[in-house]
């Protein structure tokens, strides 16, 4: 998640909840936020942070984390807030190599691989996307990155059949 705390930029950042849904934040220590709304944790730190603060604004962001693997440029582990489309999240891994196919995505939950339709943009929020799972890019197939190379083959054999032919 993301926190920012307007001119108090040693206490923003990102951090990470642990499995057991629990945030360290500064000056405040660990805080359950495993089943909290966005809104909710926003209201429960202005009210820790008013003991040593004045008047807080907070802003907070949960953030997906995401791996994006496959056919891009810098496969890894990336935090992406959820206005951040699947497009946007494999443009942060670099984008999608010569080889990948753009067209289609793959995701990767529990052992399941279910095809993302790119149609049109879908802002994580409203995908199925969830943190932990993972954005697969496929290779294109061997045929579809060389078709100059087949086309230029099938040319050359249709030349030489021509020659033979011809009297």
């Given at each position: 998640m993301q926190l920012k705390i307007w001119r108090e930029p040693?206490?923003?950042?990102?951090?990470?909840?642990a499995d057991d849904g629990v945030v360290v934040f500064p000056k405040i220590g660990p805080v359950v936020v495993g089943r909290l709304s966005a809104d909710s944790l926003r209201a429960l730190l202005v009210a820790q942070y008013s003991v040593s603060l004045r008047d807080p604004a907070i802003e907070v962001?949960?953030?997906?984390?995401?791996?994006?693997?496959?056919a891009v440029h810098n496969p890894g582990f990336y935090y992406a807030d959820p206005t951040?489309?699947?497009?946007?999240?494999?443009?942060l891994a670099g984008g999608v190599t010569p080889t990948g196919n753009q067209k289609r995505i793959d995701l990767l939950r529990g052992g399941v691989r279910t095809?993302?339709?790119?149609?049109?943009?879908?802002?994580?929020?409203?995908?199925?996307l969830q943190s932990g799972d993972q954005v697969s890019v496929p290779e294109r197939s061997w045929l579809s990155r060389n078709t100059a190379l087949v086309a230029s083959g099938f040319t050359g054999v249709a030349l030489i059949i021509a020659a033979i032919i011809r009297p």
């Open positions: 040693d206490l923003s950042g990102e951090f990470v909840v962001t949960v953030l997906r984390r995401v791996s994006v693997v496959g951040v489309t699947i497009n946007g999240a494999v443009a095809q993302i339709n790119l149609s049109r943009p879908i802002p994580i929020a409203d995908s199925p």
